[in-house]
C-alpha cells in the first residue's frame, strides 16, 4: 500500500477519483436545480396535459370537414403552452449555461464548502505518510547496519574458536610429546640399570618402582611400554625372585599396563 501511494500512479489514481466524485456532485446538483425549477414542472406539466388531450380527443364523421378537424387541434392548455414556450426554452438554455459554466474543461471550481477541508485533510495525510516512509526507509538502513555488524561479530567469535581449539589441541600435543619423551627417558635409565656393567641395577630398580607407586600409581605401567621385552622380562624375575619378592607391585603394574597399552604397543613386528 505505501509502494501504491508513494507512486505516480497511486497519485494519478487518487486524482481522478477525487475529480469523477466533484463532477458526480455537481452533475447531481445540477439535474436537481433544472428539476426543481418552475418553469421546467410547467413545461412538463403541459407536456403531459397536451399528451392526454391528444390521446382523448375524437375525431369527427368526414362530413366535418377540413376545417373542423384543425379546430379539435386547437386548446385552451395547448394556447398556454405556445404562450410560454419561449420563457421556458430560456429558462432551459439558462439553466445548462450555468451548468457548462461550472465544469468548463480544466478550470473546475468547487462551491461544496467541505471540500477544501477535505482536501486539506488528504493533503496532511500524504505528508504523514511521506515522512513516515523515510523515518522507515532509515530504520531499515539501521537494522540493516546492526545485521552486518553482528554478522561481523559472529565471524569473529567462530575464527576465535577455530584459534582456540587449535592452540588447545597443539598445547595437548605438546604435553603429551613431553610426556613421551620423559617416559623414555626413565625407561632407558631402566634398561642402563639392567646392563651386565650393573650388578646392583635390579635391586635399584626395585626401589625406584616403589617410588613411583608413591608418586604415580600408574607410573611404572606408563615406563614398561617403552623398556625392551627382554628388559621387562628381567624386571619381572627380579620382582618375584628371592626372599623380597614383591606381588604387589607386579600387580600393579600388569593390570595398570592393560590400562595404558597402547595401539602402537600391541602391533606385530615386523619379521
Avoid at 471550481?109 to 486539506?120: A, C, G, Q, V, Y
Wanted: net charge negative; glycine share 4%.
Amino acid at each position: 500500500m505505501k509502494k501504491i501511494l508513494s507512486s505516480r500512479i497511486g497519485q494519478v489514481l487518487i486524482s481522478a477519483l477525487v475529480v469523477v466524485a466533484c463532477l458526480a456532485g455537481l452533475t447531481y446538483w445540477a439535474t436537481n436545480m433544472i428539476k426543481n425549477h418552475p418553469a421546467i414542472k410547467d413545461y412538463l406539466a403541459a407536456k403531459a396535459a397536451q399528451a392526454a388531450a391528444d390521446a382523448n380527443a375524437t375525431v369527427g364523421g368526414e362530413e366535418t370537414g377540413k376545417d373542423d378537424l384543425n379546430s379539435t387541434n386547437v386548446t385552451e392548455d395547448k394556447e398556454v403552452y405556445e404562450e410560454k414556450k419561449s420563457e421556458q426554452d430560456k429558462v432551459i438554455i439558462n439553466a445548462f449555461s450555468i451548468l457548462n459554466d461550472s465544469t468548463a474543461p480544466g478550470d473546475l471550481r468547487f462551491t461544496n464548502p467541505k471540500l477544501p477541508i477535505l482536501m486539506s485533510e488528504l493533503n496532511d495525510r500524504w505528508s504523514y505518510i511521506k515522512k513516515r516512509e523515510v523515518e522507515l526507509d532509515e530504520l531499515e538502513a539501521h537494522v540493516a547496519e546492526q545485521l552486518q555488524s553482528m554478522q561481523w561479530h559472529t565471524n569473529q567469535i567462530t575464527r576465535n574458536r577455530i584459534e582456540l581449539d587449535q592452540s588447545f589441541d597443539d598445547r595437548l600435543n605438546l604435553i603429551q610429546e613431553q610426556e613421551k619423551a620423559r617416559l623414555q627417558e626413565m625407561a632407558q635409565i631402566y634398561e642402563t640399570l639392567l646392563s651386565p656393567g650393573q650388578p646392583d641395577g635390579p635391586e635399584v630398580i626395585r626401589q625406584i618402582l616403589r617410588a613411583n607407586m608413591e608418586q604415580d600409581v600408574k607410573l611404572n605401567a606408563k615406563v614398561f611400554q617403552y623398556i625392551s621385552v627382554t628388559n621387562q622380562a628381567n624386571i619381572i624375575r627380579t620382582l618375584l625372585s628371592g626372599a623380597d619378592a614383591d606381588t604387589s607391585l607386579y600387580q600393579n603394574i600388569i593390570e595398570n599396563r592393560q590400562k595404558t597399552m597402547t595401539i602402537d604397543s600391541i602391533k606385530p613386528e615386523n619379521n
